[in-house]
């Protein structure tokens, strides 16, 4: 579990899609038992860009169809200023999941599924968003930290994947 608040950027031109990703969002979330979570909502991707700038988000969910900036489009110039964060695409299109992954999302949710591709979909960020030790070259107590993947092991860094 989080120790400080999970923040979660929501970015769809529809208020009433928006709302309902931000509920089953919360309440994936509390199935696992995450409950100090921060939800931004914006109807437009600059506004998501310039929170992603100004505050430490850890997950986006985009949708795909948006008047002024679409969500691929949008997932690239996130990426173009913080590669490590998680995006996951919201979107009524489910033809354009292959699409999506040039972007290399984290998952894709369908609309039309959204209760379960939702529950997938936040299991599969908490997963990532592993708890890993580091153990110090000298012999000293470990550290549990919250990590995605870079374990420091006898001072050496290693890229590694690994679930819970």
């Not at 795909?64 to 200023?81: H, K, R, S, T, V």
């Not at 550290?143 to 679930?163: N, P, V, Y």
Request: charged share 30%; with cysteine; aromatic share 10%.
């Amino acid at each position: 579990m989080y120790e400080k608040d999970m923040v979660i950027g929501i970015c769809d031109d529809n208020r009433e899609d928006a709302i309902r990703i931000q509920q089953e969002v919360c309440k994936c979330l509390k199935l696992f038992g995450e409950e100090k979570t921060i939800t931004m909502i914006s109807e437009d991707g600059r506004k998501l860009l310039e929170n992603c700038r100004t505050k430490m988000v850890n997950l986006i969910f985009l949708d795909l169809e948006m008047p002024e900036c679409n969500g691929f489009e949008l997932a690239e110039q996130i990426y173009d200023f913080n590669p490590a964060i998680k995006i996951i695409f919201v979107s009524n299109h489910e033809n354009m999941v292959f699409d999506s992954y040039e972007y290399a999302p984290l998952w894709f949710v369908r609309k039309s599924f959204m209760e379960r591709d939702m529950l997938k979909a936040v299991q599969k960020y908490l997963k990532t968003e592993s708890k890993v030790q580091i153990w110090c070259k000298d012999g000293e107590k470990s550290k549990d930290i919250w990590t995605t993947t870079l374990i420091l092991i006898f001072g050496e860094i290693q890229r590694k994947s690994f679930s819970l």
